[in-house]
């Protein structure tokens, strides 16, 4: 079951994160067998948590000189496009293999339960720039480390990570070095 985060910083817990942990079904065995599926889509159900999610990381994104937002195929396109337009960030969409029409750059990596690749457009970065980097969750972590490979590639500065679910027991946080990551709730 997913259980909210406290913040360092603060002496009380968001009430708002209690809402978004008890709005994540974990389905058992999907896709496969030993798998705990953390499934957003009730979240997205309720306007008031999926609303609360999307604040609470435009609570700490707005005003901090972050002029792109990548969002991760699929889950981070449902979280970063709002982020990227209440900030003033343009979206960047990091898909799957053969979905980009243009030029692309590829980064392969290994996933909880398989093998994948990022693509990104070649241009749609610019170098220096200050990007925020969107999914849905983190486990190994194997996926924002590709994200973060392509954009540093393109010559971009990734000053997070954000995610609504971590799976703190796959140690994705220590993957990922020195970019900081930002979750709203732990799952076990
Ligand atoms: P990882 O690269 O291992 O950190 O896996 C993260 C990516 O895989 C994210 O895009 C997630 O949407 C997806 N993912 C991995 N494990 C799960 C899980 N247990 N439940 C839901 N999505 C998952």
Same mark, same amino acid.
């Given at each position: 079951?997913? #259980? ?16 978004? #942990?008890?709005? =994540?079904? !974990? ?18 159900? &309720?306007?008031?948590?999926?609303? &609360? ?12 000189? =972050? ?36 030029? %692309?750059?590829?980064? $392969? ?15 749609? %970065?610019?170098?220096?720039?200050? %990007?925020?980097?969107?999914? &849905?969750?983190? $486990? ?12 540093? *590639? ?9 995610? %609504? ?9 220590? *993957?990922?070095? &020195? ?5 709203? !709730?732990?799952?076990?």
């Amino acid at each position: 079951m997913a #259980a909210p985060i406290e913040e360092k910083d603060q002496t009380t817990q968001d009430p708002r994160k209690e809402g978004i #942990a008890s709005s =994540i079904r !974990v389905v058992p065995h999907v896709p496969k067998g030993g798998i705990m599926f953390q499934d957003i889509t009730p979240l997205l159900l &309720d306007p008031k948590v999926f609303k &609360d999610t999307v604040d609470l990381f435009i609570e700490r994104y707005t005003g901090k000189d =972050i002029s792109a937002v990548a969002g991760i195929e699929a889950r981070g396109f449902i979280f970063g496009p709002p982020i990227a337009l209440a900030i003033g960030a343009k979206f960047i969409p990091l898909r799957k293999p053969r979905k980009l029409p243009g030029e %692309v750059i590829s980064e $392969a990596y290994v996933l909880e339960y398989g093998r994948d690749c990022l693509e990104m457009h070649v241009g749609a %970065v610019q170098q220096g720039e200050h %990007v925020l980097v969107v999914d &849905d969750l983190i $486990a190994t972590g194997g996926t924002l480390c590709a994200a973060i490979s392509l954009l540093e *590639r393109a010559g971009a500065k990734v000053v997070e990570c954000a995610c %609504v679910i971590e799976l703190p027991e796959l140690k994705g946080r220590e *993957r990922l070095k &020195d970019t900081p990551l930002y979750v709203l !709730v732990e799952s076990h």
